[in-house]
């Protein structure tokens, strides 16, 4: 038989009130033990020696409540749709294992009965379940059916009068369209499947071969390409002398290339090196810019560093209004010493400095915290309820002590330390 007993708590807790339907399903024997009533009979479940009666029936009608939430979960999942019925089958079946015999408090047997009633439902969903699959795959094959036909109408078109960029988009659109039907879709039967995608790899292969044979054709193109591209390197290397100022054009430059089509695989990589290493002259110009802007921002850092060092004192200031105050100064002064480069330099600086910023504002939440009103009337009524609690403890250990109670004066002193504890806690 489980053995609960109470765990030491952080905070006093104030025990949840007994349902009626825990005291209706439930008893308490002296001995702590919990029983439930399934029928004329009663079945012990536990024992909560550390508690109240009227805790240990809480305590397992919460364990009811688990289950009797479980179960609402279930049956909303059923009747909303959506879900496996074999998979709401199974999960009801196996809390309905648990519940039988469960060590808890409340109406088992009608529990038992509502889950019973909910597998039974299950059953004819399941029958559905089937038949609605079918017609699902069914609905499959007629749409794969339809992507192959429309490959197949592509592919029977006059292949060398047609615009391939938009018959290539075309077979790529059904191409995706078919991936995400096999990886979305109903699994379909093997044969079928196969059947299906010779007729669509037959079609793709016919439109792949007169596109290829098409694209043979481009040197000439190639050619013209190549001619565009030599020129741009040209012009882009003449921009070396204007340095910086020569970026924009480079840019303008850099939009043409793109725009210019492609020379070859070999071709393009052998010109694009050119072309990359006269914008990289640019940039290297723009740089030793940058650089003398971080040379000229060298004493602005130091006078943030500076008033990172002296904002420092405000974690070590006691008083919070003089601390924010402080605060208040080095932002006022951290503002007016400008902007600094790089960029990422300056985003450390105030990254430190919103660190002691919001340290600054923790302590202040905590202050206000420890300070509001309402949390000390809270603390207060607290107290005054321990207070109570531990004075007729006292009277109970006492009455236990004269009566040469043993087990009655251990629970009085241990409950005692506890109160004590949570008083202690709460600074009273």
Same mark, same amino acid.
């Given at each position: ?8 708590? *952080?905070?006093?807790? /104030? ?13 308490? *024997?002296?001995? =702590?033990?919990?029983? /439930?009533?399934?029928?004329?009979? &009663? ?66 047997? =009608?529990?038992?009965?509502? +889950? ?90 016919? /439109? ?15 050619? #013209? ?14 921009? #070396? ?15 043409? &290339? ?19 290493? *006269? ?21 602005? +850092? ?27 100064? +080095? ?36 202050? &206000?915290?420890?300070?509001?009103p309402e949390t000390k009337a809270r603390a207060n009524d607290m107290s005054s309820q321990l207070l109570d609690a531990i004075e007729k403890l006292e009277q109970e250990l006492a009455a236990a002590e004269k009566a040469g109670d043993k087990k009655a004066v251990k629970e009085a002193t241990e409950a005692l330390a506890a109160r004590r504890a949570w008083l202690s806690a709460l600074g009273a």
């Open positions: 038989m489980p053995r609960v007993t109470a765990a030491p708590a *952080a905070a006093p807790t /104030v025990p949840a009130p007994v349902s009626s339907d825990a005291s209706e399903w439930g008893r308490v *024997a002296e001995d =702590g033990t919990v029983e /439930v009533r399934e029928g004329d009979d &009663w079945r012990p479940v536990g024992q909560y020696p550390d508690g109240t009666p009227d805790e240990a029936l809480a305590y397992y009608a919460r364990k009811f409540d688990d289950f009797a939430v479980k179960l609402g979960t279930l049956e909303t999942r059923a009747q909303g749709g959506g879900s496996s019925a074999s998979d709401l089958t199974k999960q009801a079946k196996h809390l309905l294992d648990e519940v039988t015999g469960a060590a808890a408090v409340g109406d088992l047997a =009608g529990l038992r009965t509502r +889950i019973e009633t909910l597998i039974s439902s299950l059953s004819e969903a399941a029958a559905k379940e089937a038949e609605a699959a079918k017609e699902a795959l069914d609905a499959a094959i007629a749409e794969r059916t339809v992507i192959v036909e429309k490959a197949e109408a592509i592919a029977g078109r006059d292949l060398a009068k047609v615009q391939w960029k938009q018959v290539t988009a075309e077979m790529a659109e059904l191409f995706d369209a078919w991936q995400a039907h096999q990886q979305d879709g109903p699994r379909l039967p093997k044969g079928t499947a196969q059947q299906l995608w010779k007729r669509f790899r037959d079609a793709r292969s016919t /439109v792949d071969k007169a596109r290829r044979a098409f694209f043979s054709e481009l040197d000439d193109v190639h050619r #013209a390409a190549r001619d565009v591209k030599s020129r741009l390197v040209e012009r882009a290397e003449a921009l #070396a002398p204007r340095g910086i100022d020569g970026i924009p054009a480079y840019r303008t430059l850099l939009d043409e &290339w793109k725009a210019a089509g492609r020379a070859g695989r070999k071709a393009d990589d052998a010109l694009w090196a050119k072309f990359k290493a *006269a914008g990289d002259a640019l940039y290297a110009a723009r740089a030793e810019q940058a650089a003398a802007e971080e040379a000229d921002s060298a004493p602005r +850092i130091e006078a943030r560093e500076a008033l990172l060092e002296e904002a420092k004192a405000v974690a070590d200031e006691p008083n919070l209004k003089r601390a924010r105050q402080l605060l208040t100064r +080095i932002q006022r002064q951290w503002d007016e010493v400008g902007r600094i480069f790089p960029r990422e330099k300056e985003r450390a600086l105030d990254d430190r400095m919103r660190s002691i910023e919001q340290a600054l504002k923790s302590r202040e939440d905590v202050d &206000w915290k420890k300070n509001n």
